[in-house]
Every structure is written in structure tokens, then in C-alpha cells.
């Protein structure tokens, strides 16, 4: 068996997890490599330590915030219990809302980008050699000629 192989079953081999031949198989690559049988003991401490660290005490009120808490998650829950219609509704406003947005950005857009064909019959912005300002463009949106 291969270091990389036996690494991935220490864990469990440790715990009593692996019965039968694959735990003998184990146990014969860890007699024979030191690597493998270095990290089994620095599992076996870590687990050591995991187990003598002290659990702190908790508040008194931490139960009484706890269930506290709970108890408002409820509340929470009754807003996902809505009816699917009611969902199916909200979704669809907010795709009207969007399809909204997205048809009066192309008419402002029209608007901004067609101001200098009314001026002087071309594509070209009217004000000739000249980079238009943002008042200039927001003028000739609302003027007509």
C-alpha cells in the first residue's frame, strides 16, 4: 500500500473505522515507514489535545437568547409560506420593471444619439469641431427643431 493511500485512512484507522485485511495491510506499511507512522502520532496528539481542551462555560442567558432567537426565525419562515401566485407575481413586476428601465434607456439613448441628425441632416453632433458638453447633449434632447 502507498503512503499517499494509507494518509487518506489514518484518520478512520485511528478511530477503529477499518476493519479486516485493509486494517492489517495498514498496519503492515506503518511498520515499515517511518512517514506514515510520524503522522498517525501526530494525529493521536492532536486528538489528545482536542479532547484535554476545557469547554468554557456558558452565560446563563445564552439559552434564554438562543430560544429567543428561534422563536423570531419563525416569524422569517412565515414570509417564504407566501403563495406561489404571490411569488409569480413579484417575479413578474420586477421583469416589467426591468423591461421598463431597459426601453426608456433606449429612448434617452435614441434621443442623445439622434439629436445631431435633426440639426444639419447627418449622424455628425451639430456643433462642428467641437466635443459636446453634457448640458449641450441634455439641451438638444429637449429642444425641437
Request: net charge neutral; glycine share 8%.
Amino acid at each position: 500500500m502507498k503512503c499517499s493511500r494509507v494518509r487518506r485512512f489514518l484518520s478512520a484507522y485511528h478511530d477503529g473505522e477499518i476493519a479486516g485485511p485493509k486494517r492489517e495491510e495498514i498496519a503492515r506499511h506503518l511498520e515499515g515507514c517511518a512517514v506514515c507512522r510520524q503522522e498517525l502520532e501526530a494525529l493521536k496528539a492532536a486528538v489528545e489535545t482536542i479532547r484535554a481542551a476545557e469547554v468554557p462555560d456558558s452565560p446563563l442567558y445564552l439559552a434564554t437568547r438562543v430560544l429567543a432567537e428561534i422563536r423570531q426565525s419563525g416569524a422569517g419562515r412565515a414570509a417564504a409560506r407566501r403563495p406561489v401566485w404571490a411569488r409569480v407575481f413579484a417575479s413578474a413586476a420586477a421583469v416589467v420593471l426591468i423591461a421598463a428601465g431597459v426601453w426608456v434607456g433606449a429612448m434617452l439613448g435614441n434621443g442623445i444619439a439622434g439629436s445631431g441628425s435633426k440639426a444639419n441632416g447627418t449622424n455628425e453632433w451639430p456643433f462642428e469641431g467641437t466635443e459636446p458638453s453634457f448640458a449641450e447633449v441634455y439641451e438638444s434632447m429637449f429642444t425641437e427643431e
